[in-house]
């Protein structure tokens, strides 16, 4: 290969470069990110209000999602009243969370019960935080009849929380969740 002509490959390899490089940037540009999840608020800002299936783009793949906007959306009937006491506003399955953060130099015991036409505050989990300060979380899957309630119990010790939030309880239908 003569010098003429290496020379030659040589800027048009370094203009291919610059060129591709140019394209990599107008592409990164372009992205549109995508949410990890869509819900039915979602899809209902941008002026969906009939039930059915829609296509949700995700970061690698377009899914079919359905949503039923019939149905109740999460916390109808006002589910946690004033004790603290959560009742389950209609039959079905419910997911609920909580976690927390031990108070430093004091042990910490949270139980999750339930009250049933059947049982009288039943024992459906219990986590603890040892004397430093731990967080932990306890998780439960229930199917609640109408009228049901559900509570935590702070049985030993102490809990952190402040500004910071470091304590949540959280409790919804299932169905919601997938919606």
């Known amino acids: 290969m003569s010098k003429g002509t290496n020379n030659q490959a040589k800027a048009d390899l370094v203009q291919t470069h610059t060129e591709v490089e140019n394209v990599k940037k107008e592409l990164n540009e372009m992205k549109v990110s995508a949410p990890s999840s869509i819900g039915r608020g979602d899809l209902q ?14 970061n690698k793949t377009v899914d079919n999602v359905y949503c039923d906007f019939t149905k109740p959306i999460n916390g109808a009937g006002n589910a946690m009243n004033t004790s603290g006491i959560f009742v389950a506003p209609t039959p079905d399955k419910y997911f609920f969370s909580y976690s927390g953060l031990s108070y430093f130099g004091v042990l910490a015991r949270v139980v ?57 309880f959280v409790g919804q239908r299932e169905e919601d969740i997938i919606q």
């Open 112 to 168: 999750l019960q339930v009250n049933t036409a059947t049982a009288n505050w039943v024992r459906i989990g219990q986590v603890f935080g040892n004397v430093g300060a731990q967080t932990f979380s306890l998780k439960a899957n229930l199917e609640l009849a109408k009228g049901d309630q559900i509570r935590l119990l702070l049985l030993e010790g102490g809990i952190l929380d402040d500004e910071n939030h470091y304590t949540n």
């Open 45 to 58: 800002k941008i002026g969906h209000t009939k039930s059915g299936l829609f296509s949700v783009i995700g």
